[in-house]
């Protein structure tokens, strides 16, 4: 299968969100619901800082997405400012549903920061990366992070970073490693949760 990679645009993101529903199926932001993912995925675009990047096949479907950050704590604190009412009421049907589990999620949500090591100044966030199953093993998650490091590598950043489950995620370790990500460390989420950061630093 052919796929190209190239920035998204807003019309995109009806199919980003559901790219993202097939491939994090249970997962936090998946949880909070349609119209969340639509405001996350759209601040990408309209906020500084953002960048969201969308592989598509031969017939010009969207079929995987990256989104990544240059500047996590500040993207993540101006999201929060102008956008916090705008995500509590789009998250309403998910916490009448589940109240307990969604409202500690979203509240979650709300305080992430990107979580970037003190120690790796400079370095892009690589936020979210996703495929649509019916196009696993198709290259695309491969192109996506291929073209998010080459732009981080040209705008001057020392590397990329990540965070991935520790525990049974293997096939996304080594999806990384492939793709020249090493293990930077560990965090430890409250809710117990262990998480590897992963990553790639670039020549200059």
Same mark, same amino acid.
């Given at each position: 299968?052919?796929?190209?990679?190239?920035?998204?645009?807003?019309?995109?993101? /009806?199919? *980003?969100?559901?790219?993202? $529903?097939? /491939?994090?199926?249970?997962?936090?932001?998946? %949880?909070?619901?349609?119209?969340?993912? @639509?405001?996350?995925?759209?601040?990408?675009?309209? $906020?500084?800082?953002?960048?969201?990047?969308?592989?598509?096949? +031969?017939?010009? %479907?969207?079929? #995987?997405?990256?989104?990544? *950050?240059?500047?996590?704590?500040?993207?993540?604190?101006?999201?929060?400012?102008?956008?916090?009412?705008?995500?509590?009421? +789009?998250?309403?049907?998910?916490?009448?549903?589940?109240?307990?589990i969604v409202a500690e999620r979203l509240w979650?949500? *709300?305080?992430?920061?990107?979580?970037?090591?003190? +120690?790796?100044?400079?370095?892009?966030?690589?936020?979210?990366? #996703?495929v649509a199953k019916f196009s696993i093993g198709?290259?695309?998650? #491969?192109?996506?992070?291929?073209?998010?490091?080459?732009?981080?590598?040209?705008?001057?950043?020392?590397?990329?970073?990540?965070? @991935?489950?520790?525990?049974?995620?293997?096939?996304? $370790?080594?999806?990384?490693?492939?793709?020249?990500?090493?293990?930077?460390?560990? $965090?430890?989420?409250?809710?117990?949760?262990?998480?590897?950061?992963?990553?790639?630093?670039?020549?200059?």
């Amino acid at each position: 299968m052919s796929v190209l990679v190239r920035p998204a645009v807003p019309a995109d993101v /009806a199919r *980003i969100v559901s790219v993202h $529903q097939s /491939a994090f199926e249970g997962f936090l932001l998946t %949880q909070l619901g349609t119209r969340f993912l @639509t405001l996350f995925y759209r601040a990408f675009l309209e $906020q500084e800082g953002g960048q969201l990047l969308v592989a598509v096949d +031969a017939a010009g %479907q969207v079929i #995987g997405l990256l989104a990544g *950050i240059r500047t996590p704590s500040v993207f993540f604190a101006t999201l929060r400012r102008r956008r916090a009412v705008s995500f509590a009421f +789009a998250a309403v049907p998910a916490l009448v549903r589940h109240p307990l589990i969604v409202a500690e999620r979203l509240w979650a949500a *709300i305080r992430y920061r990107g979580d970037r090591p003190v +120690a790796l100044p400079g370095y892009w966030l690589l936020s979210s990366l #996703g495929v649509a199953k019916f196009s696993i093993g198709a290259g695309a998650g #491969g192109a996506l992070v291929t073209r998010f490091c080459e732009d981080a590598s040209r705008a001057g950043a020392p590397g990329v970073y990540l965070l @991935t489950d520790a525990s049974e995620n293997e096939a996304t $370790q080594h999806f990384y490693a492939r793709h020249g990500f090493a293990v930077y460390g560990t $965090q430890k989420r409250s809710n117990g949760r262990q998480l590897l950061i992963l990553t790639r630093s670039f020549s200059q």
